[in-house]
């Protein structure tokens, strides 16, 4: 085999190797391929998530608020609670007072 033909070979060799990677390259990514069906399922799911996170959000924002105003009212209870009570304090001293006073009356 002289210097031509082997050259001619070799070119031979290399461009079947490269059609057949180029092929094999196409056929890994024909089967691979996204179908609609895929895409459109993906979109469909990402506008669920999204729904969902709004929602959340929502959900959130709306627990935030409730919570304010239970707060909001348990201060208010408190604070009632605290009136009430010295009210009460001072209701029993000064029937403590009256008792006090009419026993005085009663004995004197």
Do not use: K, P
């Not at 002289?2 to 056929?27: K, M, P, S, Y």
């Amino acid at each position: 085999m002289n210097r031509g033909e082997f050259i001619l070979v070799t070119a031979i060799i290399l461009f079947v190797a490269f059609c057949l990677g180029w092929f094999a390259h196409w056929l890994v990514h024909r089967f691979r391929r996204v179908s609609q069906a895929d895409v459109d399922q993906l979109e469909r799911m990402s506008q669920e998530l999204h729904e969902a996170e709004e929602t959340r959000d929502q959900a959130i924002t709306y627990l935030q608020q409730r919570e304010a105003e239970l707060t909001n009212q348990l201060v208010q209870t408190e604070a009632e609670l605290r009136a009430a009570m010295d009210g009460l304090r001072e209701a029993r001293t000064e029937a403590e007072e009256m008792r006090s006073y009419v026993e005085r009356m009663n004995s004197a």
